[in-house]
Structure formats: structure tokens, C-alpha cells
């Protein structure tokens, strides 16, 4: 077979016979019953597809272009270190310049008392990290039996085997024989969806009930054998929830009351998505492992990262001592591309002072999204906090009663929103329209995705 690189017309048919797509409907994609996306190139919030359409991506890609397409400054940072070296291992002490910078930087961005960061190259992968890392620990404290993890549903975790039982969406376990055991989860800290049995508490009232469920759950299955929690500062991909107020304070309680240590899954909310630096700063959580991805390097190449505790590595490295060196590892971690490119986008985060932006322009985007949005019949919420945000929607807000599931009402409103030159993605399993543009949108940008929104839900009750 002779490869033609010429640009072509062939791709939509080489699209359709040979590129398996995630989180893609397999066989209409192939039949061409779906119609593909082929993406040419971004600048700023913007990307242009194939046709030299340009659409405000309300999404930042996956929500991860943190800094904005066409950063000449990572490009060429990227460039420069595949000249100079493109790769080495991480294994036996061996590092780059770039490597070790990145993992410096890191621990002076993270919260107090997380110093230590071990590379990878997905959030799936680094909560794998994670899991073998809280194994590692109870054996090495002598308490191997201490190994379960609880979650919870409509978390988001990654898609692999572990991680995909750690994520709470039925799509991820379905026909997979997933979760595997030793995982469990509890209700997810969505108030406005609360169960029927809740129905006349108040958010604190609510997060009580939740800590307690989980307190209840550790206590049954017994608190030598539950090793970890793990959780997202801001639910994500279930829905884009910031938690219940007094969740977290809760929740930590309980879970220092049973020893079981704390996985910060901040692949969304790090470096600077909900307008600070960490959602553990935001929320004052104390965890004993932060997972990172996306934001880290803003997608220009895959990147993700577990950041350890000082006092969870101490006992890392004293099993070292006992037992030999660490029996985990990955061929790519901390790439040295990857770690030039995280380099130069957290100085560009830095430098154009992304945090505040998201702070501010996230405050700009609710509340114009809340006006336009006012007295509408079916908008049930608009929440976030930074560039975070979510419209939910309902049949009946006031019943707290959902549209049928078939009715696909966010899909049908995303794509009308398309239609309009505006990208938001409907979240899983639910009718939620999910806004995470890149941290660098203007409120000129900011306004277009509130028309945007507007003009799709408008159209709902027409
Ligand atoms: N954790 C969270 C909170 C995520 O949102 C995601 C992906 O969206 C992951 C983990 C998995 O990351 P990846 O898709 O890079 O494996």
C-alpha cells in the first residue's frame, strides 16, 4: 500500500474504513449515517474545521486547551526539545532538564505539603498510578488487606479498568463487567438530583446526609479494609456540580475519623480552571494525592502527573529501603516533550494572568447566562464556578422531574448551538449543557456563547 500525504478528498472515507473514534457510535460513524469532524487548525477560543469554518470552542477541546490554541511559545518550546533530545527514560534515576524544571514547578504551584510528582500520560493512567501507590503504601505500613476505594456515581475517573470502575457512569462499566471489586461509590453530591428521601433538606443538611452515608459505608465494609476516597473537587464529567455547601469539611471529617487517605482527582480543576491554582485551594481540601492532566500541559501534548504527599512519600521511600525499587513504571513518563511543553504553558498561564481571567470572565459568563436564561420553563440550573459552567435542564425544574432520556433535549441543543458557531458538549446522562471554554475567553467571546445558549434553549419550549 503506497501512503498519499497530498492534501485530499480522500480523508472522510479513510476516516470512516480505518480511525476506530472514542466515545463514538462505531457503526454509524462507518456507515456515514454521522457526519465526521475534521479539524484543521485553532487560534485563541477558536478552532477551523476542514471547511474553513471557525467555532468558538465553549469546550476547550475536552476541557483541556487551557491556554488557548496557536501558543506559538509552547510550539516552539516542544520544537526545541525534540532537537536537543526528543526523548530518555525516567527509570533508575535518570531525568531531563525539562522533567525535573516541570516537577519543580509543579510542587511550588501545589498545595502545602504536596512536593512530589510522579509523570504519566493520561488522568486514566495516573489514577492507575494513584491506586498502586495507595497499595503500596498499606503494604508497606504492614495493612495489605486495607485496599478498597470508594468513589462516587457520576464521578469521572478515566476509562481503563481500574479508573473506569473508579468513574460513576453506567456507559463506562456496561457490557465491560466493570467495576471491579474492591471499588465502591456512593450517591453523587448533586443537591438540585437529590433522592426522593432528601427531598426537604437543605445543602448542609444534605452534605451531612452524604458523609454519613459514606462514614456508614466504610463502617460496613470495615475500616481496615478501605484504603482510599476518591473524588473531584467539582464534579466534571457527571455534570459539572460544584459540591453542596459544607461537603467538603464533611467528608474530610469522616474520612481522617477511618484513616483512609484522599485522591483529589484535579485533571479538570488544576492550574487554574475554577480561578485558582487547585480546587484544593479552592475548597480548602487537604488531599494526599492530587491526579493532574490536561491543564498541565493545556493538550499540546499528553501530559498528566500524581502529586504525592511529603508524608505519604516518606513511607514510600522507607519501603524502598525494606523492599527495593518502586515496581511501577511507564515508557513515556515525564516525556521530555511533553515536560517542555507543561513548562512553557504554566509560564504562559503566569504571564497572562489565566487564573484571574477565569475567575472573572467565569463570574461574567453565569450571570449573563442567568439573565438570558431567566424564567425560561425548562432551565433548571446554571452553575460553575471559574470557566466551569453548566445549564441543566428539565422537563419540569420545579418537580425536579427530567426530560425522557431518548428526548436527547441538551444533544439537540448542543448542536443547534454548533449551528450557531458555538462548541458546548452535552454532558453524559443527563440534559446538561457543559461550557469549559479556554481560560483566555474574552467577554466579547464570553457573550457569544451566552447568545448561543440562549438561542438553542429558546428554541426548546417553541
Ligand atoms: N479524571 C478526570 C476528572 C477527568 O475529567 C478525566 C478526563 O476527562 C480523567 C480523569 C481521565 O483523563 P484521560 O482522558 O486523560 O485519561
Redesign the pocket.
Known amino acids: 500500500m503506497t501512503l498519499d500525504t497530498r492534501p485530499n478528498d480522500m480523508l472522510d472515507l479513510w476516516d470512516r474504513d480505518h480511525f476506530v473514534h472514542p466515545s463514538t457510535h462505531l457503526a454509524r460513524h462507518a456507515r456515514g449515517d454521522d457526519s465526521g469532524h475534521i479539524i484543521t487548525g485553532g487560534e485563541g477560543a477558536h478552532i477551523i474545521d476542514r471547511d474553513g469554518r471557525q467555532l468558538l470552542d465553549g469546550f476547550a477541546g ?2 483541556c486547551v487551557n491556554v488557548g490554541y496557536g501558543r506559538q511559545k509552547i510550539a516552539d518550546a516542544i520544537a526545541e526539545q525534540a532537537r536537543e533530545l526528543a526523548y530518555y527514560h525516567a527509570y533508575v534515576g535518570h531525568g531531563t532538564e525539562a522533567s525535573i524544571t516541570l516537577a519543580r514547578m509543579v510542587a511550588e504551584r501545589a498545595p502545602e505539603g504536596l512536593n512530589r510528582v510522579y509523570f504519566g500520560l ?4 495516573a ?1 492507575e498510578t494513584n491506586l498502586k501507590l495507595v497499595r503500596l503504601y498499606n503494604a508497606i505500613l504492614g495493612r495489605p488487606e486495607k485496599a478498597k476505594v470508594i468513589s462516587r456515581w457520576r464521578g ?4 481503563g479498568l481500574m ?1 473506569g470502575s473508579l468513574t460513576g457512569l453506567k456507559t463506562f462499566h456496561d457490557r465491560f463487567g466493570l467495576p471491579m471489586d474492591g471499588v465502591l461509590h456512593t450517591h453523587a453530591p448533586h443537591y438540585l438530583r437529590r433522592p426522593a428521601k432528601c427531598e426537604d433538606m437543605d445543602e448542609p443538611a444534605f452534605s451531612r446526609w452524604l458523609a454519613d452515608e459514606l462514614d456508614d459505608m466504610i463502617q460496613r465494609e470495615g475500616p481496615d479494609t478501605v484504603a482510599a476516597f476518591i473524588a ?1 473537587p467539582v464534579l ?2 457527571g455534570g459539572i456540580v460544584p459540591p453542596p455547601q459544607g461537603y467538603w469539611p464533611a467528608i474530610m471529617e469522616v474520612l481522617e475519623g477511618h484513616d483512609v487517605l484522599l485522591i483529589a ?1 484535579e ?2 480543576t488544576g492550574f487554574g480552571r475554577l480561578g485558582t491554582m487547585f480546587g484544593s485551594d479552592h475548597y480548602g481540601i487537604s488531599p494526599d494525592i492530587i ?1 493532574i ?2 491543564g498541565l500541559t493545556s493538550a499540546y501534548a499528553p501530559l ?1 502527573g500524581s502529586i504525592v504527599s511529603d508524608g505519604m512519600y516518606e513511607v514510600l521511600m522507607e519501603g524502598t529501603d525494606r523492599f527495593g525499587p518502586l515496581g511501577h513504571g511507564w515508557t513515556y513518563s515525564a516525556h521530555p516533550i511533553c515536560a517542555a511543553a507543561g513548562i512553557a504553558n504554566l509560564r504562559l498561564i503566569d504571564e497572562l494572568n489565566l487564573l484571574e481571567n477565569a475567575a472573572s470572565t467565569g463570574t461574567y459568563l453565569r450571570t449573563g447566562l442567568t439573565d438570558a436564561l431567566a424564567g425560561h420553563g425548562h432551565v433548571a440550573e446554571v452553575r460553575g464556578e471559574g470557566l466551569l459552567t453548566a445549564v441543566e435542564l428539565m422537563a419540569d425544574p420545579k418537580k425536579r422531574q427530567p426530560f425522557d432520556p431518548d428526548a436527547k433535549v441538551a444533544a439537540t441543543a448542543v448542536a443547534e448551538m454548533r449551528s450557531q458557531g458555538v462548541i458546548a458538549r452535552a454532558m453524559p446522562e443527563s440534559d446538561i449543557i457543559g461550557l469549559a471554554p479556554p481560560l483566555c475567553l474574552s467577554r466579547a467571546e464570553a457573550n457569544q456563547i451566552i447568545d448561543a445558549v440562549a438561542g438553542a434553549v429558546g428554541k426548546l419550549s417553541a
Open positions: 475536552l476541557y493520561s488522568g486514566s493512567d489514577n469521572y475517573h478515566g476509562s479508573s473531584e466534571g464529567t482527582d485533571v479538570v491526579t492532566a490536561k498528566s
